[in-house]
Structures are given as structure tokens and as C-alpha cells.
């Protein structure tokens, strides 16, 4: 009798661990990644990080505490009353870069096959930049301060476009071009 109980109570321990840590991994998650804000101070565009972890575990409690994790602006005005938090509250997730990119390239076609973006992905085959030198660079190679002056500069290609041009880049021994007759 008594085994059954502790077989019961162990069994509600562990559903409860497992729900927390679900709820705490999706929680992570919805205030993870980097975030365009406008700066109260300056009121110029800066890219931030929020500090997840802490959000979550605060979330868990009931009282979400926002802090940042990175800024561009740091680390010289790193001692600022992080006033642009309230930003968050307003659109969240419109402030995520990822937001920012899909909305950018929504009206664009491929500057190479000139084919529309309908959806960007967030994962696999990301669509890439073409850069004013004339070379296909990932949005990874570009640090979150420079993400605006590369929308303002580079024209969007796709991922096909991306591949092709740097295989052709980087294995040019390999690569015959053909006449189109």
C-alpha cells in the first residue's frame, strides 16, 4: 500500500519537473534572440539581447523581470537605465531581428534569378546578402551592429543564388560555363 503511494507521489514529481522544464525551455525561447529597439537615449536604432534565462526563471514566479544581456551600445554606456526595455511591452516580437530580416525582404525578388521571397527561413536555407563588392555573404558573417547598414547597402539573394555563387567563388577550377545557344 504504502509502495503504491510513493510510486504516485514520485510519478507526480517527475510530470511536475518535466512541465517546468518545458514551460522554462519555451519560455527561453519567446525572449531569446537579438532585438532592434530605439534608443531613448540617443533615439537611433541599437541592437539588443535580452538576458532569457533571467526572464524565464522570473516568469516562472510570476513576475517577468526584463534585463539586458548585450547592447551594441555597450560597453561605454553600459551603466544606463535600460529605459528601452519598455519597448518590449509594446512589440515583442517585432523587435526581434528574425521579424526585422522577414519583413525586409517580403517585397524583394532574388537580385540574381529575380524570383519573389515568400517566406524567409528562420533555419534552413536563409536567404543571404550581395554585398557592394559583389560577393554572397550570410547574415551570420554580419555583426548585429552592422544588420542596418546591410539592409541599407546589399541587395537580398536566395539561398539557391547564394550556393551556386559561392561554389563558383570558392571552387573556380570546378565550374565550366556554357554559352546559352
Known sequence: MMTAAYLTVAALIVVAIYFCIRYFVRTSQRFGGERVIICPETGRQ?????????????????????????????????????????????????????????????????????????????????????????????????????VNEAMASCLPVCWNCHVAHTFRREHADMVVERSVH
Open 46 to 146: 541599437a541592437m539588443v539581447e535580452l538576458d532569457a534565462r533571467h526572464a524565464a526563471l522570473t516568469n516562472l514566479i510570476g513576475q517577468t523581470d526584463l534585463r539586458l544581456e548585450h547592447c551594441t551600445r555597450w560597453p561605454i554606456k553600459e551603466d544606463c537605465g535600460q529605459d528601452c526595455l519598455l519597448q518590449f511591452d509594446v512589440a515583442p516580437d517585432d523587435c526581434l531581428v528574425r521579424s526585422v530580416l522577414e519583413k525586409w525582404y517580403r517585397a524583394k525578388t532574388c537580385a540574381f534569378c529575380k524570383r519573389p521571397f515568400e517566406t524567409v527561413q528562420p533555419i534552413d536555407h536563409k536567404p543571404a546578402l550581395l554585398n557592394p563588392e559583389g560577393m554572397t555573404v550570410e547574415w551570420t558573417q554580419i555583426p548585429l551592429a552592422g
